[in-house]
């Protein structure tokens, strides 16, 4: 026989009344305790030491700023680079992590509920506390028929559902929200910077390896250039025209450019298999992309002497990283003050329980439960008031972190226009002794031609000017690896995706 759900049988009048009432108190009284987070403000210098104060352009930069290099070798290792590292695949698992935690942290705001269900057999003691009630009506045969009706194994069945629900009255869930948020705004800044190292550093060993490659080719060419020189020596001796000094000198110039060849093959074996890491290949994997003869011209870089981008006030990720902490911290504060307050629980639960499995399903053996229970903090010896002064440590400590790591960035990126200008004012330099060793050099082909002097002085002046371009390769490296360095530091401009 069915029977019709009564609600005011379950939840009586008064007690429904009373549940109204706390259900408006406590939601009427919610509040947010803690400092709310202010983004920082952070501007620029005034002006940076290595630039003239004058300078008021700006050198233009594409919105990638890698292919001002002008060489697509580098883009594809970057992007081979970018999704394959073992640095960024950690980087983008802590983001996961912190993902999910967030999640998992939101998840503490909304009512639970669960369901159970139990058949047990069991058995009471015949010595128990049960026996208490058989002794108390009475002793002798009474007593012991009792006794044995309470120790029988028996069964029992049992099933429902319970139902709890916390209000957030003070924020405790919302600032453990906002502090599981920022950690994972962190987390992706975090990426972001751990792609911007493995992007910069591919540039920086790719430049070396190319440096190290023209300065091979050039030391081949000056070898050759010393060969011709000696054996015209070697001629010039056996024919008593010189005496065997000069000789001794030329073949000890040979044997120094042999020794290096040995020492720039080692270089470029080492750069090869640093680009091969950074890209989570094997060694020689990437031998054809990497091969001297692909390498590519250099392209005209930006004249910082101009000015400054404008794209240098956006902002790095560290500095968004430790901007991220810096808020987790504050939030941390709000979260450790809820817990000086009292809190509220909301708990209901419904369901059956019978020694009959026949009855089991019976309106009659219902149970159930509802109301609200009260947890109010009263004295732990100063230990929640201890956690609140130890978060407001920790975010004034992070807010000086922060303030170091602007600070810090800073001085990166004057040092870093510093070194790039200096290379950049070098390699005019080296640009303007190489057009004097060729015109010397033309000069003395010109003379030799004409009969007005030996081959000798037109070797002498080839090897030089093989050495003024062996340091004009050398600078270009340095001066590449310079400007990736400034890039590293004004943050790239560029943005990690979010993990998936």
């Not at 010393?226 to 015209?232: R, Y």
């Not at 989570?280 to 003869?293: D, I, K, N, Q």
């Not at 504050?330 to 509220?344: E, V």
Request: hydrophobic share 45%.
């Amino acid at each position: 026989m069915k029977r019709n759900l009564n609600v005011n049988r379950i939840f009586p009048r008064r007690a429904g009344l009373a549940l109204l009432l706390v259900l408006v108190l406590v939601l009427g009284g919610c509040a947010v305790v803690g400092p709310s987070f202010q983004p920082p403000v952070v501007a620029p210098p005034a002006r940076w030491n290595a630039l003239p104060e004058r300078a008021t352009g700006a050198a233009p930069l594409p919105a990638n700023r890698w292919t001002v290099f002008g060489d697509p070798v580098l883009l594809r290792l970057q992007a081979l680079a970018a999704p394959a590292n073992q640095d960024v695949k950690v980087a983008a698992l802590r983001l996961l992590q912190a993902r999910v935690n967030e999640a998992t942290v939101s998840a503490q705001g909304g009512p639970r509920l669960d369901a159970h269900g139990a058949g047990l057999r069991q058995r009471q003691s015949e010595s128990g506390a049960a026996t208490r009630v058989a002794g108390a009506l009475g002793g002798g045969a009474q007593q012991q028929q009792i006794v044995s009706v309470l120790s029988a194994p028996f069964s029992v069945y049992q099933a429902g559902f319970d139902a709890s629900w916390e209000p957030d009255l003070w924020g405790r869930v919302a600032r453990a929200e906002e502090a599981a948020r920022a950690d994972g705004d962190g987390q992706q800044a975090l990426l972001r910077q751990v792609q911007l190292s493995v992007r910069a550093e591919v540039a920086r060993q790719y430049f070396q390896l190319r440096a190290v490659q023209r300065q091979r080719q050039l030391v081949d060419a000056e070898l050759a250039v010393a060969l011709d020189v000696q054996q015209v020596i070697e001629a010039q001796w056996q024919g008593g025209l010189t005496d065997q000094s000069a000789l001794i000198k030329q073949r000890a110039l040979v044997a120094g450019l042999q020794a290096s060849l040995p020492a720039l093959d080692a270089q470029q074996a080492q750069a090869g298999n640093q680009i091969a890491m950074l890209c989570a290949a094997t060694p020689g994997a990437l031998h054809a992309e990497l091969a001297a003869e692909r390498a590519t011209s250099d392209a005209a870089l930006p004249d910082l002497r101009l000015g400054l981008p404008s794209e240098l006030v956006r902002q790095r990720p560290d500095l968004a990283a430790a901007e991220a902490s810096l808020h987790a911290a504050t939030a941390d504060i709000g979260l450790a003050m809820a817990d000086l307050y009292p809190r509220i629980t909301i708990g209901a639960s419904f369901g059956a329980e019978s020694v009959d499995s026949g009855k089991f399903g019976d309106w009659g053996s219902r149970q159930w439960s509802l109301g609200p229970s009260l947890s109010i903090p009263l004295f732990d010896r100063g230990r929640r008031h201890s956690i609140v002064t130890l978060r407001e440590l920790r975010q004034q400590q992070a807010a000086v972190t922060y303030q170091q790591a602007v600070l810090k960035a800073w001085h990166e990126v004057d040092d870093a226009i510093a070194n790039y200008l200096a290379e950049t004012q070098r390699g005019e330099q080296f640009a303007r002794k190489i057009g004097l060793a060729e015109d010397q050099a033309q000069l003395a082909r010109t003379r030799f031609a004409n009969g007005m002097s030996t081959w000798l002085p037109v070797a002498n002046e080839e090897t030089a000017l093989l050495e003024a371009r062996r340091e004009l390769a050398d600078n270009r490296g340095r001066r590449n690896t310079a400007l990736a360095a400034l890039f590293k530091a004004l943050g790239d401009g560029g943005t990690a995706p979010d993990a998936e």
